[in-house]
């Protein structure tokens, strides 16, 4: 017995350790925080390249598994001897081919184990990655290897293959053509073909040529207005992020959870925060898989396969998740226990982060008790649905519903919020672990510092913050203020002690006829995380009311329609004038408005036809809402909203 409780004492020592690694600066004006610093956890690199992890990885620990491999219906080991013998090969074939040290090759390709091969090769090889994303058009493509002056592109498969050479076709007559080579047609047997008698000397000639400061990777942001634009950033930019959220989250997971951490990896690697996860990963040795699919069916069969500790999603991916639980509840006539289940949740999550915090008594005996009740019940499937192995969880790309996050905490798995950009190199502020506040995106990734203007928008400064935009010092000049601070574009607030909410987009204001000015993002994020809500805009610039555009979730509607006994043809305009339907929807508002003031509210809502897709050029690849897009394509609806 005294042991066992000698134990726990070390144990929570530890913890107490591990809270306070990371102290912030807090600095106030007129009594209200203004200003917050977190100082690094790990020293800036004098020397050396993100490009060295591979091969240090196989120096240090080359029977150590650092990938596993998706092989059929298995995901199968990969040592880091054997990956970083794929890199260097790879990286061969790639200057047999003429790459150039600061050679560009572009890769364009789903979330797959030879994205991260080509990843390190291009940089063992002294060159620079150009991510593309896998559903660009050929327009799109065109336009990033013009103003990128890439000589290679890397695709997956032969669709990818076809759009990329319409877009290089229609290149300038003047530039040269890349090269291309396909992933399922063998491009890494043909580049370890192509590089066989290049010796592995050059390789790491090249290699250790990079230095901090050298551009690592052009990334286009996927943008929800305008032509993309080029982020430069470099090998310091991406050890500023992954070696500190390394050192931040690492040991924290395996003091808590007992075990070793794990991810599966289905962000897009053309985006910044799937690619900084994966280098992250790799650099302390986090063993990874990799999905191809960000849809939550496609998804979830994998997580029940790999098993992952942990995963960085959208919340799109947790709203699913709790929204299958419930129509997998109401399916089996048990819809009203699952309702049940979530107000409890809930409310032993707000008592349960209160005692954590030092701020109450937290879950009385009967909430416990409730708690375990439903966990039986429901919140143990909740896990299944993630693999069953899960602790920890980050989201980013958009605010998670509070609500939503309390009801994964009372199923065991504990949610950081985080924040950044491309032009941050991903997350530059999350949750510190072990002082989770659900409703804000945390404190400053250490190394780096955020500040609210007077205006209110956000501002960035940091080892992560890009050094401007390719070619476009006008765009640049705009985004880095004399002193470094990158402005975002974002409106927030600092609370108390330096944790950040994200309040809107200073280009999102809604401006209504009588002068109010509106944040449409807190609506639709909470309107969003209730179905069958699928995606929505809230609008009503230079009108006398705010109103929202709803499209219904599809799988949402196939299962409101399937309880209900209704036709799964019905007629969307039969659907549209559904008394009971819109009832449903109206509480989604009424969640909604709840989070603003009356002047700030919903008014008046439309269902429109469809949904928001990828596919149909209304969301970015990383879902967002292509706002521009969206009042577009419905134009006729928001006059019918307002009476034209």
Known sequence: MYARVLKDMKRAKRR??????????????????????????VTPPASGSIGDIPFTNAAEAPGSVVIRRKVGDRYVPVTASAFARE???????????????????????RTCYEWAVLDFAIWAAGGETVPIYATSSAEQIEWILRDSGTAFIVVETADHAATADAGIS???ADLPRPRLWQIDDGALAQLTALGRD?????????????????????????????RPKGCVLTHANLHAESANLVELLKPVFEEVTRQTPSTLLFLPLAHILGRTLQIACLSGRIEIGHCP???PDDLRPELAIFKPTFVVGVPYL?????????????????????????????????????????????????LAAARLLYDLLVYRRIRKALGGRMSYAISGGSPLDTRLNLFFFACGIVIYEGYGLTETTAAVTLIPPLTPRPGTVGQPVPGNSVRIGDDGEVLIKGGTVFGGYWNNPAASHEALDPDSWFSTGDLGALDADGYLKITGRKKDIIITNGGKNVSPAVLEDRLRSRPPVGQCVVVGDKQAYIGALIALEPDALHHWLTVRKRPL????????????????????????????SRAE?????????????????????????????????????????YGG
């Open 170 to 172: 229609a290149l300038p």
């Open 198 to 226: 290049v010796a592995d000397a050059e390789v790491t000639e090249r290699r250790t040529a990079l230095r901090p400061d050298t551009i690592a990777t052009l990334v286009y942001t996927s943008g929800t207005t305008g």
């Open 318 to 366: 947790f709203e699913k998740i709790h929204d299958t639980g419930r129509a997998m509840a109401e399916k089996i006539g048990r819809g009203s226990s699952f309702e049940r289940a979530d107000r409890i949740a809930v409310k032993y999550g707000e008592a349960a982060l209160r005692k954590y915090l030092g701020t109450g008594p937290g879950p009385s005996r009967g």
């Open 16 to 41: 107490a350790d591990l809270s306070v690694r990371v102290r912030p600066e807090l600095i106030s004006e007129n009594g209200v925080v203004r200003e917050v610093r977190v100082p690094p956890l």
């Open 87 to 109: 890199v260097t090969d790879a990286a061969k074939g790639l200057i047999a081919a003429g790459l150039v040290p600061g050679g560009r090759v572009a890769v364009m390709a």
């Open 293 to 295: 699919s960000i849809k």
């Open 569 to 596: 043809d019905t007629p969307f305009e039969e659907l549209k004038q559904d008394k009971q339907l819109l009832a449903d929807v109206q509480r989604a508002v009424d969640y909604a408005n709840e989070a603003v």
């Open 601 to 641: 509210s919903i008014r008046k809502f439309i269902l429109v036809e469809g949904d928001f897709t990828e596919e149909n050029g209304l969301l970015t690849p990383s879902l967002k809402v292509k706002r521009k897009a969206v009042t577009e394509a419905y134009a006729k609806d928001i006059e019918e909203l």
